[in-house]
């Protein structure tokens, strides 16, 4: 079974509105973490924001916010205000437990932010 | 601060060839792994390493090696290389840091195998 899902191999937005990118998850372990990472197309991978399984409140770094909903195993990323240099590939990922730092990925989504 | 840097960034080579591709970090991060990223399949863990001369396979391992003689260096080398492996190869390192791990990625190597 796939331990991270993310359904929408692309999504369109128009700039300065907000999106919502799904991912859904799937562990039995009551330890985890929740990573999104963009990668433009330029291939570098960059960190965006980590959401802990025991976390009280959503993430939030900036613009992006974690809609991190723990009973439905789902952690959204959302982007306010989105902007031209928001066209990018995004990952979800999640670590199992607190030893090591093996990380799953998904497949990723493809933004593009349309003028 | 340089960071993590990965090389060589492009690299072509035949198949059965060996090859190496570095990966040099500055943090003195505890952790470093590699990662192949393949159109439909997001990134896969190749090897991972907790500290110096300690090392794990992750998802797909075969056909690589790795080593870890130093904290801040983590090559990986294709014995002989396949077609199979031609593939984009991010380098990642993050500190032993019980709560979030978080992992810093190189700048990849797009590596073909003709």
């Known amino acids: 079974a796939q331990k991270i899902t993310q359904t929408q191999p692309g999504m369109f937005v128009q700039e300065k509105e907000a999106v919502t990118l799904d991912c859904t998850y799937d562990?039995?372990?009551?330890?985890?973490?929740l990573f999104w990472y963009k990668q433009p197309s330029s291939g570098e991978m960059i960190f965006l924001i980590y959401?802990?399984?025991?976390?009280?409140q959503n993430a939030t770094e900036g613009r992006y916010s974690l809609n991190f909903q723990k009973a439905r195993k789902s952690a959204n990323l959302v982007i306010s205000a989105s902007q031209l240099g928001d066209s990018a590939m995004y990952f979800c990922?999640?670590?199992?437990?607190?030893?090591?730092?093996?990380?799953?990925f998904g497949e990723g989504t493809q933004l593009t932010v349309n003028p | 601060d340089a960071g993590i840097t990965q090389s060589p960034r492009y690299k072509i080579t035949e198949t059965g060839r060996q090859v190496t591709l570095m990966c040099h970090q500055t943090?003195?991060?505890?952790?470093m792994f590699w990662y192949r990223q393949d159109l439909g399949h997001g990134l896969r863990l190749i090897y991972y390493?907790?500290?110096?001369?300690?090392?794990d396979k992750g998802e797909v391992p075969d056909g690589y090696v790795v080593s870890r003689s130093k904290t801040e260096n983590f090559p990986l080398t294709l014995e002989s290389a396949t077609r199979s492996q031609t593939s984009v190869y991010f380098c990642?390192?993050?500190?032993?840091?019980?709560?979030?791990?978080?992992?810093?990625f190189g700048a990849g190597t797009r590596l073909s195998v003709l």
């Open positions: 562990t039995s372990d009551p330890s985890y973490g």
């Open positions: 390493s907790a500290a110096a001369d300690i090392t």
């Open positions: 990922a999640m670590r199992e437990g607190t030893s090591g730092s093996r990380l799953t």
């Open positions: 990642a390192s993050s500190e032993a840091d019980r709560v979030k791990n978080i992992q810093y």
């Open positions: 959401q802990g399984s025991y976390d009280q």
């Open positions: 943090w003195s991060h505890s952790y």
